[in-house]
T-cell receptor, first 111, second 114 residues
């Protein structure tokens, strides 16, 4: 079982839809959670950090559920430009904290 | 300011050749990371430096992989006797302080081993 798991999708949604992704992690000692966005053949770019209290940035909302060991990303009013792969990152305690990526969830927003 | 840069952007190697991939982190960033990304997968951690110290190399797949950051700035990932399974995108990232801070990625080096 991988330490960080994501449904690879693709999630195929119409413009204007609301879509949510989850990312589960196995190590309860994990800290520092992030969502990154990766466009085809490009590098990952930070979308937002994830805090225990939840945080919102425009149409994007991220939440952390420590009890159930998952983080979520909600995108409201989807735009065509939101089409990308969304990667979750969990810092997992080993000798040091290791940033561990999920395999990514593919989102396709269509007209 | 300048972001993370990597060179070369593309590298084709014959099986058995040695390759060296370079990463220039954001100036002043303490931590530097190397990842390997296969098609359709997320980046897989390889190794991590704080300044010149290699704090974790648990992700290096074999002893053919070696990374260094001798002056705490530029880093080189070296792969000896390349194999076809080494074909991937190698991503470098840096962060301001620790591994728990936001990472900023370079554009990657796409390595193809024939």
């Amino acid at each position: 079982r991988k330490e960080v798991e994501q449904d690879p999708g693709p999630f195929n949604v119409p413009e204007g839809a609301t879509v949510a992704f989850n990312c589960t992690y196995s190590n309860s000692a994990s800290q520092s959670f992030f969502w990154y966005r990766q466009d085809c053949r490009k590098e990952p770019k930070l979308l937002m950090s994830v805090y225990s209290s939840g945080n919102e940035d425009g149409r994007f909302t991220a939440q952390l559920n420590r009890a159930s060991q998952y983080i979520s990303l909600l995108i409201r009013d989807s735009k065509l430009s939101d089409s990308a792969t969304y990667l979750c990152v969990v810092n997992i305690k080993g000798g040091s904290y290791i940033p561990t990526f999920g395999r990514g969830t593919s989102l396709i927003v269509h007209p | 300011g300048a972001g993370v840069s990597q060179s070369p952007r593309y590298k084709v190697a014959k099986r058995g050749q040695d390759v060296a991939l370079r990463c220039d982190p954001i100036s002043g960033h303490v931590s530097l990371f190397w990842y390997q990304q296969a098609l359709g997968q997320g980046p897989e951690f390889l190794t991590y430096f704080q300044n010149e110290a290699q704090l974790d190399k648990s992700g290096l797949p074999s002893d053919r992989f070696f990374a260094e950051r001798p002056e705490g700035s530029v880093s080189t990932l070296k792969i000896q006797r390349t194999q076809q399974e080494d074909s991937a995108v190698y991503l470098c990232a840096s962060s301001f302080r620790t591994s728990r801070d936001t990472q900023y990625f370079g554009p990657g080096t796409r390595l193809t081993v024939l």
